[in-house]
């Protein structure tokens, strides 16, 4: 049972995905010099990643200096996870998860291509979605859930989306409610987000002119938001 289900792992995600951005399948997964582009058509090239952008540095060094390139990132908005008994096939109910995704948690994986994100052909594409999760009871805890495999996540809906192409894409991205003067941990509190994604996220943002770091409150970096663009 684990190892049917098991080898769908993420491809469930990008290949709805493809289909809900390009319905004509003659523009999937073509060759593109020494690459395969997920989708190529006329307007340009998308990229499809769920996570680990240090992988698409070598495609980014190729296509962008002939292509528009649209890095689609698919972020978990509410998730519900069931559980499968690889033993009896058994699917637990579907529970909702009290976590939420949020549009911020792209700069985790942002800082990982951050040369490439100034250069005019780079364009990102965040879609937060609901899905559903299906994980093997295989963990190392006592209820087995801990450490667990995880099969495959379904798409049910897409909640939101964000296009960036612009500093003032990214200005979108930085909350209002945060005072003139911040450091990283109050983005973090705004955004509802931990550290590690807080302090790459000022980073990517003063790298891409969004932000400007203007000083420190004790340990901590103040930044402000940038005025004009970079």
């Not at 792209?106 to 364009?123: A, D, Q, R």
């Not at 979605?129 to 801990?146: A, C, M, Q, T, V």
Request: hydrophobic content about 35%; aromatic content about 12%.
């Amino acid at each position: 049972m684990e190892n049917g289900i098991g080898t769908l792992s993420e491809k469930t995600v990008h290949s709805v995905l493809k289909y809900y951005l390009e319905p004509d399948t003659s523009f999937h997964e073509v060759k593109t010099g020494r690459y395969v582009a997920d989708i190529r058509t006329p307007d340009g090239i998308y990229e499809i990643q769920t996570r680990q952008f240090n992988k698409l540095r070598n495609k980014l060094e190729a296509f962008l200096p002939e292509y528009s390139v649209t890095v689609v990132y698919p972020i978990p908005h509410i998730k519900y996870l069931r559980w499968i008994d690889g033993q009896t096939g058994e699917i637990t109910p579907a529970r909702k998860s009290p976590k939420k995704g949020v549009f911020q948690s792209v700069f985790y994986e942002l800082y990982k291509i951050k040369p490439y994100i100034t250069h005019p052909n780079f364009h990102l594409l965040l879609m937060l979605i609901d899905l559903e999760e299906y994980r093997f009871l295989n963990g190392y805890s006592k209820d087995r859930k801990k450490g667990s495999t995880r099969s495959d996540r379904i798409p049910t809906a897409l909640y939101a989306s964000e296009t960036i192409m612009s500093v003032d894409d990214y200005k979108k991205l930085i909350p209002d409610e945060l005072d003139d003067t911040f450091t990283a941990k109050d983005f973090a509190k705004a955004c509802h987000v931990n550290m590690t994604i807080a302090q790459p996220a000022v980073n990517v943002l003063t790298h891409v002119g969004a932000l400007k770091h203007i000083g420190k409150r004790g340990q901590a970096y103040l930044y402000q938001r940038s005025t004009a663009p970079k």
